[in-house]
Nanobody, 126 residues
Framework: EVQLQAFGGGLVQAGGSLRLSCAAS????????IGWFRQAPGEDRERVSC????????YYADSVKGRFTISSDNAKNTVYLQMNSLKPEDTAVYYCAVDIIWRGSGWHDKGRYDYWGQGTQVTVSS
């Protein structure tokens, strides 16, 4: 079993920045990926970004490309999501999740992920 802890959310003005962190613990992981998703009130949970921990390959939703950057510290089993140029429409609860056996595709499919963190609220004011 894997536990994920997401933190770093908060309230920020439009144009500002936040950095989210997701720390994984528990079972030893090898070829895995960690993704970020977000869910606004009344909306479906949507993909944001993903990083494959074994090779550093990254993926982004079109809505965040050029503004968000995902990175990892493999020694700490921690993934970061640097969010710049934030917009009010980025307001949501952000969740991290782990796909414990990365198969090379499907990062956008939330059904692929095996464990989820508790979420952290990001609010961007206009």
């Amino acid at each position: 079993e894997v536990q994920l802890q997401a933190f770093g959310g908060g309230l920020v003005q439009a144009g500002g920045s936040l950095r989210l962190s997701c720390a994984a613990s528990g079972s030893t992981l090898d070829n895995y990926a960690i993704g970020w998703f977000r869910q606004a009130p009344g909306e479906d949970r949507e993909r944001v970004s993903c990083i494959v921990m074994s090779n550093g390959k990254t993926y982004y939703a079109d809505s965040v490309k050029g503004r968000f950057t995902i990175s990892s510290d493999n020694a700490k089993n921690t993934v970061y999501l640097q969010m710049n140029s934030l917009k009010p429409e980025d307001t949501a609860v952000y969740y991290c999740a782990v796909d414990i056996i990365w198969r090379g595709s499907g990062w956008h499919d939330k059904g692929r992920y095996d464990y989820w963190g508790q979420g952290t609220q990001v609010t961007v004011s206009s």
